[in-house]
């Protein structure tokens, strides 16, 4: 188990310096979007992990990531969504504004930090290790797998749920059990379930999102019609995702 730890740990750094070598020389445009992914599934491998030696500073530098990264994707999809939806001057307008973001990101004080952390955080879980910290390791991440999932159980019967919270329960489950696939003890429907919650509550989101922006950015009232619209339709099939999700995997 410590040892599929080490490797994991040590194959999300090898991911998150490719990622920093393809923002630097900005190759392509999913480098962003594979930083975030690549930190979102660092942070899950964590969570289970919290009391150990050197879990909150990796978990804490990691999260800046999210938070410097988080309005630069979301732009970003902005921008893509446009410029696919014929408004191409807005979303050009965008896109020059990610010119010099990439290279920012890439070196940035913040990723600079969670790498140099996440290279000696092995060398912590060796140390925890002989020190036998590490005992019991598999029933402490069992025991928080089960209660993300419990949880989201319990989100997803509450019928004022929020959608927000639902969309974040969801992405946790989703990627603590591809962080410890061995440990997965979900019903055979729950995995692809939980891909179509997560799209269709994505669907959601962006035009939520979307909206409250175009409060403040006038060129993109055009598309506020279309964006009411779509996400009327995103809220109906979101529902009827979740209502399957309960169906095959709660009840």
């Not at 999210?66 to 807005?90: F, I, K, M």
Request: aromatic share 4%; charged share 30%.
């Amino acid at each position: 188990m410590i040892d599929r730890l080490v490797a994991r740990i040590l194959g999300l750094e090898v991911r998150l310096l490719a990622c920093q070598a393809r923002l630097n020389a900005h190759t392509d445009s999913e480098a962003l979007h594979d930083l975030r992914t690549t930190v979102r599934r660092l942070r899950s491998l964590l969570r289970p992990l919290r009391g150990l030696p050197g879990v909150e500073q990796l978990e804490a530098a990691a999260s800046t990531i999210g938070s410097l990264t988080t309005p630069l994707r979301d732009r970003e999809v902005l921008a893509a969504y446009l410029e696919q939806h014929s408004q191409v001057e807005a979303a050009q307008r965008r896109r020059a504004l990610m010119h010099d973001a990439y290279p920012a990101v890439a070196g940035s004080p913040e990723l600079g930090q969670l790498l140099m952390i996440l290279d000696a955080f092995p060398r912590f879980i060796r140390a925890a290790q002989r020190e036998g910290l590490l005992r019991g390791l598999r029933k402490r991440i069992e025991k928080r797998l089960d209660k993300q999932w419990r949880n989201l159980g319990d989100a997803l019967r509450d019928p004022a749920h929020d959608r927000h919270r639902l969309r974040l329960l969801i992405k946790r489950v989703r990627y603590a059990i591809e962080a410890y696939p061995e440990l997965d003890r979900l019903p055979d429907a729950a995995m692809p379930r939980l891909k179509s919650a997560q799209g269709a509550l994505g669907d959601w989101h962006d035009c939520w999102q979307w909206l409250a922006r175009a409060g403040e950015e006038a060129d993109l009232q055009p598309c506020v019609p279309v964006w009411q619209i779509t996400m009327e339709k995103a809220e109906a099939k979101a529902d009827k995702v979740l209502d399957k999700l309960i169906a095959s995997c709660f009840e």
